[in-house]
């Protein structure tokens, strides 16, 4: 027969203290991870770009890249289509203004200039000519007259002694009647005669006015023709250097087309680039800094364009004092147009992808020198190198001026090395 056994309470015991000692384990390394702090992303110090804030007076700027350009050029255009026979001077050269650039061709229009030649002599002649007949005419008319007072002087005493006679009866009536009549006549004739040579006074300056419109018409028809034959030997018409000339010999040239360039070297100005977030504070008369590469020059805004460009737009400054060696025109520059001078703040190196009068977060130097906290910045009014700081730092400190957005955007403290 089967005996009952007894209980053996230690193996019941056994798995639970284990479990027991398990979950005080568990505890005991949750709280300790959780007492452990994450470890701060590290940077080389070397790699970073780091700015201290500085108090005083903070020059507010905006930079721009262009080049130089002539402020004056004189662009050469052909006056009619022609050929390009002669070369004489390539860009590059220095010209006078009577230098000769080209030698062009054009037969037609050395016929053009013959036949104008042609026309304003035989309207000259015409006029000549015209002027000969109508003054004989004249002339011819007042010999006529001369003639009728004659007949009517002669009319007139015939006149009288018949009227005479007839009064006293040794004359018949119709004698002395035929006589009045025959003077009368006379005097219609010679005053119709006098108003004919008025009116022939008038037209022949009328006439002859009208033949010498026609000629001054056709003498301006000829020197025009002259111009443009005489354009055919190209000079340059100012002093400078020929900065283009796009022809090759043999080449037809149609009316209007650019055949040379011609730029002086000693007048220049710059042209900027501005960005278009930054032109609304500048304006014509600031101040500039030209940077040629050879050094640096002073300049004022002379003129702004109405229009952007591409995000940008273009400015003029005017180059005030004598130009570096080595300026010359399309030399690429870079300038600076100062705004205004703010007295007595605070203001740091320009950190990246800072914006005006706004609040962004950046990493401060703790004091060990090792470390750097991210705080909480107000900055305000930008320059092209500068950045104003209104609240969230003081004099002194030193930030991290790199762009740390990727590496350790999440991050509140980093380590320097």
């Given at each position: 027969m089967d005996r009952p056994r007894p209980r053996r309470f230690g193996r019941r015991?056994?798995?639970?203290?284990?479990?027991?000692?398990?979950?005080?384990?568990?505890?005991?390394?949750?709280?300790?991870?959780?007492?452990?702090?994450?470890?701060?992303?590290?940077?080389?110090?070397?790699?970073l770009w780091i700015g201290e804030v500085e108090r005083g007076e903070m020059v507010r700027e905006v930079q721009g890249s262009g080049t130089l350009v002539p402020e004056h050029v004189q662009w050469v255009t052909a006056v009619s289509a022609v050929r390009v026979e002669t070369i004489f001077v390539r860009p590059g050269a220095t010209v006078a203004a009577d230098t000769v650039i080209l030698q062009l061709g054009n037969p037609d229009l050395e016929i053009q200039t013959l036949e104008a030649e042609r026309q304003v002599a035989a309207a000259r002649t015409a006029l000549a000519n015209m002027r000969v007949t109508l003054r004989s005419e004249v002339l011819g008319h007042e010999i006529t007259i001369v003639g009728l007072r004659g007949e009517e002087a002669k009319a007139r005493r015939k006149a009288t002694s018949s009227t005479a006679l007839g009064e006293r009866g040794y004359l018949a009536e119709d004698d002395a009647h035929a006589a009045r009549a025959e003077l009368k006549a006379l005097d219609r004739r010679l005053e119709l005669e006098r108003r004919r040579v008025a009116t022939l006074r008038g037209g022949v300056h009328e006439r002859l006015a009208a033949q010498a419109d026609e000629l001054a018409r056709l003498e301006t028809i000829a020197a025009s023709r002259r111009e443009q034959l005489a354009a055919l030997q190209v000079r340059a018409g100012v002093d400078g250097v020929l900065q283009?000339?796009?022809?090759?010999?043999?080449?037809?040239?149609?009316?209007?087309?650019?055949?040379?360039?011609?730029?002086?070297?000693?007048?220049?100005?710059?042209?900027?680039?501005?960005?278009?977030?930054?032109?609304?504070?500048?304006?014509?008369?600031?101040?500039?800094?030209?940077?040629?590469?050879?050094?640096?020059?002073?300049?004022?805004?002379?003129?702004?364009d109405p229009a952007a460009a591409k995000g940008t737009v273009t400015i003029d400054v005017r180059i005030r004092g004598p130009l570096p060696r080595g300026a010359r025109p399309d030399l690429n520059i870079a300038g600076t147009v100062e705004l205004e001078r703010l007295p007595d703040v605070l203001y740091v190196r320009r950190p990246a992808f800072v914006q005006p009068d706004s609040r962004m977060g950046v990493f401060r130097e703790d004091a060990d020198g090792v470390h750097a906290t991210r705080t909480n910045v107000h900055f305000g009014r930008l320059s092209a190198n500068t950045v104003e700081v209104v609240a969230g730092l003081q004099e002194g400190d030193r930030i991290i001026l790199s762009d740390l957005s990727k590496s350790a955007d999440d991050a509140d403290r980093i380590e320097l090395e």
């Open positions: 015991l056994g798995p639970v203290v284990a479990l027991v000692v398990l979950v005080a384990a568990l505890a005991s390394a949750t709280a300790a991870i959780g007492q452990l702090r994450a470890v701060p992303p590290s940077f080389t110090r070397a790699g283009e000339l796009p022809l090759q010999p043999g080449q037809w040239v149609n009316p209007g087309a650019l055949l040379a360039k011609i730029a002086r070297p000693d007048r220049l100005k710059a042209q900027l680039a501005i960005p278009e977030t930054q032109i609304k504070d500048v304006s014509v008369g600031m101040p500039a800094k030209i940077d040629t590469r050879d050094g640096l020059v002073d300049g004022e805004v002379a003129r702004i």
